[in-house]
């Protein structure tokens, strides 16, 4: 990555001019404000790219509410409204009730639950797209301020967009990636020529703690750098100024992650969690990626250039962008779920490289050959991507206010959830003990709570390993699984229909057969049971 010693930021500085400049064409005519009602190729892109993935194609359900925990969540975040106070037991559990619970993403269940009063969940959904959106624009407006052009910047970015749908959820880790790419671009620009307000990551990182866990990718890139600055000083192109400079920083935002409801107790917390090995057999976006679909091809094409770029890198004694490089390679590697995070900080990289490659095939080239003819076209489109306008918004406002339609779902996916299962039996469902999986718990919460009280929902880090085993093994029917729904009182069971379990209490005397709708299949007790709750 870009250093202060990189000879790639005499092109970048030159393309910030260009940006500080008026565009060509009816652009330049407008003036300083009109220049902000003139549409921008970034507005076009950062608003097109949303729409057609999200809005235009089933009303942004299809993936961003694909994920049960989203319920829970705007439930949480209502009851801090209603209430006016943090979160220090649990809400939601007949299991464990009373018990310590860290929300510790209570600022973004908050802003979910205000999203979600405002209107409903196409309100979670527009959230959800927005930030997203952010979340791709951030990339290309970093390549772009790289010097990077548009044949490169915009692929780039594309399939950075096309390998975070892995986890493109209405969740709070969508403030994440957004935080991540805006952070690295930060340290990036500071990098290159230190300013003051590198700063501010200092009370981002007291914000970030509390809309989501992953305020400790910013701690990992600042102590990256500090470590490759360190490096970078025994090779010769840094000075032991900018390694203090990482460190102090590193600690101030490290420092500033105390600010949260819970204190320390919060660092605790996640240090248990993440150091957990069972989290990472039972919890699928722990698990390592599995390379069987078109985003992981996009991911497995960014990650063995970005390791060849690193390379590229260490031999021009470049240290800091490789160390990112390799760490964030290697937490992809480990969980599905850092592949977003990946991208952002790979891909501006690899851009950088790639910008390179395309230096030296058009320095000196005709303008009427293939290379000039690229570079012409690259330099006109340029400044379109460094440029944005009211377009970037306002057609977001647009949706927000009913003029342009989208088809949204106003309730969870019913090809993922029960719930239309839910709606015909309502007062069966919130009334009872229910045994069900993780994902339909979470949907039952937003639907049925304070009324409904989980056994087991998505909040793994909550309920602890010995929990989190009793339902791995009424799910599996384990050999104890009859007696795990005697001890808990169990008075409901809705399961899927390939469930083994669904299976034997179908033969079981003991539970009869509410309903099967052949996506869900919902059992009453009407035997007795062995044990009490």
Known sequence: ???????????????????????????????????????????????SLPLWFFGLADGGTGLLLSDGDTGWHIRTGEWILNHHSF???????????????????????????????????????????????????????HMAW????????????????????????????????????????????????????????VPLAALWTNLHGGWLALISILGLTA????????????????????????????????????GWRLHQHTAEYLAADWIKDVVMEFRSPEFRSENMLQYEIVLLAAC???????????????????????????????????????????????????????DGARKNSVAGIMEGLAQEAGAGL??????????????????????????????RFPVKMAGRHEALLSSSRVFTEDQWADYLIYRFSPRFKAFFDGRSDFYGEKTTREYQRIVGVGH????????????????????????????SPGWEIVEDDKKAVLFRRVGPRKGNS
């Not at 490290?254 to 819970?262: D, G, M, W």
């Open 308 to 362: 060849a770029a690193a390379g590229l890198a260490l031999s021009r004694k470049e240290v800091v962008g490789p160390l990112w490089v390799a760490f964030w390679a290697h937490s992809s590697l480990v969980s599905g779920r850092h592949i977003p995070l990946f991208a952002a900080v790979a891909l501006p990289f690899l851009a950088d490289e790639l910008q390179r490659l395309w230096k030296n095939w058009t």
């Open 146 to 201: 790289r010097g990077v052009n548009l044949f490169i910047a915009l692929p780039l970015a594309l399939m950075g967009f096309g390998m975070a749908t892995v986890h493109l959820l209405a969740r709070p880790h969508l403030v994440t990636m957004l935080l991540m790419a805006v952070s690295v671009w930060m340290v990036q620009a500071d990098l290159r020529q230190p300013r003051r307000w590198i700063w501010l990551l």
């Open 480 to 507: 104890d699984y009859e007696q795990l729904l005697d001890k808990y009182g169990f008075e409901v069971v809705l399961a899927r229909p390939n469930w083994a379990l669904a299976t034997l209490l179908k033969q």
């Open 1 to 47: 990555m870009a250093t202060s010693t990189n000879p790639q930021a005499g092109l970048a500085g030159t393309a910030a001019g260009a940006a500080a400049r008026p565009v060509a064409g009816s652009g330049a005519a407008l003036g300083r404000w009109a220049r902000w009602l003139w549409p921008s190729l970034f507005d076009v892109i950062l608003v």
């Open 386 to 415: 460094r440029r944005a306008s009211a377009w970037s918004v306002i057609p977001f406002v647009l949706i927000a206010v009913g003029v342009i339609p989208i088809p949204w779902r106003h309730d969870f996916p019913a090809e």
């Open 87 to 141: 979160v220090w037991t649990d809400l939601f559990s007949f299991s464990k009730p009373g018990q310590p619970w860290f929300a510790w993403e209570w600022l973004s269940d908050v802003l979910l639950a205000l999203a979600h009063r405002a209107a409903g969940l196409p309100g979670v959904t527009m959230a959800g797209m927005v930030v997203s959106a952010l979340f791709c624009g951030a990339l290309l407006r």
């Open 227 to 262: 470590a490759g600055r360190a490096v970078e000083v025994w090779l010769g192109k840094a000075d032991w100024g900018s390694v203090k400079r990482y460190a102090v920083l590193t600690a101030a935002c490290f420092a500033a992650s105390l600010l949260n409801p819970y």
